[in-house]
């Protein structure tokens, strides 16, 4: 974490009053450490789970949407579980992914929503997960059109990768489901 120092009257009290509304008491953290003992993809982050947790206590909105943290938290929910005052770390994460995809915020780590995009587009789309479509989406998202090429041919001759999705009942249900989402994740 950097050196900065974080005054907690900076706090941002509308801030921490949308994290209660999602079930997330962030003030009950007294900083045991265990969520980021056991955060199996800490060491990727730029500030430690533990870090976000008094960062959102603070109010300190602006440095968390800014964070690597927040868009690689893999949602394995270890932290909550770990944690002995029951925060549910996962929702924290969910909430200030939310609310960087709402104020604009450049995300830290962009090819994190364009998977999200193309990974919930492909449902919207065809009922189901249509991998190729979704790969294909995803690359030109991302624009890395190459970077895991080799795994891609490796599924595919091991006969992993249909390359024509197969029909599922429902559809109708989950586009749906769809329509009554608003346009929040587009970019």
């Known amino acids: 974490m950097k050196t900065d120092v974080v005054n907690p009257e900076q706090g941002n009290r509308k801030f921490l009053n949308k994290l209660e509304e999602q079930g997330v008491d962030v003030q009950a953290c007294y900083q045991c450490g265990r969520c980021s003992a056991g955060c199996p993809v800490t060491e990727f982050f730029d500030v430690t789970t533990m870090e976000v947790v008094r960062l959102a206590a603070y109010g300190m909105e602006d440095m968390l949407l800014n964070t690597r943290a927040i868009w690689l938290c893999a949602a394995c929910e ?12 996962a929702v924290l994460m969910d909430v200030l992914r939310e609310l960087a995809l709402r104020k604009g915020v450049e995300p830290a780590e962009p090819r994190v929503p364009a998977f999200h995009r193309s990974f919930l587009g492909s449902i919207e789309h065809w009922g189901r997960v249509y991998e190729v ?40 249900e989950i586009r749906q489901i769809f329509s009554g989402k608003g346009k929040e994740y587009e970019r």
């Open 78 to 89: 270890t932290c909550a579980t770990r944690c002995p005052n029951d925060i549910d770390i």
């Open 133 to 172: 479509g979704m790969i294909a989406a995803y690359k030109l998202r991302s624009r890395d059109y190459t970077g895991d090429m080799n795994l891609g041919v490796k599924m595919f001759t091991k006969g992993k990768l249909n390359l024509m999705p197969h029909s599922i009942r429902g559809k109708a």
